[in-house]
């Protein structure tokens, strides 16, 4: 039997990056996978093919919607081969999990595929394809992920009414695509289907969009996707999906009790994930979960169980790959002796539809809902010569300022590259920078940054130059 100081279920970015920094430090580790290929949902059925399919869409609208204006003409016409957008987002998936494996043997991190389960508390059986192994650890990581959630009446058939995981792999365009669900995959997926020709209708039961984050961005994103023609029924609340050979209805009721029908050829059910800890056989090590699935932890990731950690989507918070990895390089630290940190409230969270949407910190309904004087800063993407030169004009970056010290709360941005601009804010607001600290930083000219600075502006006694 063979023996490891550290043994972490799941490859996914916590897992993957938990076992790097845990070979990092000294400690023997290995890595066990269910599937045949490393980097968990992220890597082969989220982050990166979403990402893909989200990039070959928007050239194709590029090509079809926005070259003329450059002075640019197709004059044989724009041909879609979606097979072909398809197969590039499987080769980038490939060209991804490769790399996975080359760290794991740079590292010299023994990779386990199977199912891993539970003998005790420090002996992890794992069942492969050919035979079953038991592998002794002094010290696991788990670090299983999510799967896609769904609602208790609906029966996920994978054909017409699917998950984000078949919306990545159809064969064809849907003619009307219906989205459950008005969150981060809901609406990249949309927005994916949306560019390539599909009708999109999205059903959500708040009252707006991307509801967890700042109401202004829920807004601007709003009306950019409403002009680009995705059609928005919220506080609707889904009552029944149905299928019919190739048609799906959906049947919602808004908030006062009218009832609306929706018809189209697939129906994506996005509304959130859940904990995925099935088959670990928990209760042979002792381990805990709560009402919701998820694995109760302590502050230093530590399960009830003192040798036994778990991370990323099979605990509390939000279900983010980078706050997984974050995690991952914690709890790896823990083990090895070190005294690590997260700051759960300086995780940015990103919708990656275009325009971008980003935010870290506390949102406007927050600071007021805690009672704390703030005072905001807003700066119009339009207003930017970087924006007006590509075109992308859409958003804004708004600045969430404590009244009296300054201290930067929050930053929210929506807009071209927003996923890109929200790590200045991160780092402003890991060093407890000022918006007075953001608005004397020099920002190179023509840039999308540059909002940051103007926003900051704003935020300081209204003193944005450009608007």
Not at 17 to 36: F, M, N, S, V
Request: glycine share 8%.
């Amino acid at each position: 039997m063979s023996t490891y100081d550290v043994a972490v279920i799941g490859s996914g970015p916590g897992g993957y990056i938990a076992a790097i920094r845990c070979a990092q430090l000294g400690l023997k580790t290995a890595l066990i996978e269910k599937y045949d290929t490393l980097g968990g949902t992220c890597l082969n059925v989220g982050c990166i093919p979403s990402k893909a399919l989200l990039d070959s869409s928007h050239n194709y609208e590029t090509v079809i919607d926005n070259l003329e204006e450059h002075g640019i003409s197709v004059p044989k016409g724009v041909k879609l081969d979606f097979a072909k957008m398809v197969a590039r987002k499987d080769a980038v998936i490939s060209q991804t999990t490769d790399g996975i494996n080359y760290l794991m043997d740079k590292n010299k991190i023994d990779v386990y595929h199977g199912m891993g389960s539970y003998k005790d508390a420090t002996h992890i059986e794992i069942e492969g394809e050919k035979e079953t192994v038991t592998i002794e650890a002094k010290k696991s990581i788990i670090a299983t992920g999510s799967k896609p959630a769904t609602l208790p009446f609906i029966k996920l058939d994978k054909e017409r009414i699917i998950t984000s995981t078949e919306a990545l792999s159809l064969k064809e365009v849907p003619k009307h695509l219906i989205v459950i669900g008005g969150g981060v995959i809901g609406l990249e997926l949309g927005q994916v289907y949306r560019r390539l020709g599909a009708e999109v209708s999205v059903v959500e039961y708040q009252d707006r969009i991307i509801p967890t984050m700042d109401k202004a961005q829920s807004r601007e994103l709003a009306k950019v996707l409403k002009k680009q023609g995705v059609k928005f029924y919220t506080s609707h609340q889904v009552s029944a999906v149905e299928r019919k050979g190739k048609e799906v209805t959906v049947t919602a009721t808004d908030k006062k009790d009218k009832e609306v029908t929706i018809k189209g050829d697939y129906c994506l059910v996005a509304v959130g994930r859940r904990p995925y800890t099935e088959g670990l056989k928990l209760e042979n090590a002792g381990v805990q979960a709560n009402e919701r699935g998820q694995v109760e932890v302590n502050d230093n990731l530590q399960t009830n169980i003192d040798n036994i950690y778990a991370i990323g989507d099979v605990i509390r918070g939000a279900m983010l790959a980078h706050k997984a990895s974050d995690e991952g390089m914690f709890v790896a630290e823990v083990i090895a002796g070190e005294k690590p940190s997260i700051d759960y409230n300086l995780i940015p969270g990103v919708v990656y539809t275009w325009p971008e949407v980003a935010s870290v910190g506390k949102t406007e309904e927050q600071l007021k809902e805690e009672k704390v004087a703030y005072k905001s800063g807003q700066f119009a993407m339009r207003a930017l010569g970087r924006s007006r030169a590509s075109g992308d004009t859409d958003g804004f970056v708004k600045i969430l300022a404590d009244k009296e010290t300054d201290e930067v709360l929050g930053v929210h941005i929506v807009g071209a590259r927003a996923a890109d601009l929200i790590a200045e804010a991160v780092l402003a607001m890991e060093y407890r920078a000022s918006a007075e600290d953001i608005a004397r930083i020099s920002h190179a000219h023509p840039t999308y940054s540059e909002a940051m600075m103007e926003a900051a502006l704003a935020a300081t006694e209204n003193r944005a130059i450009h608007s």
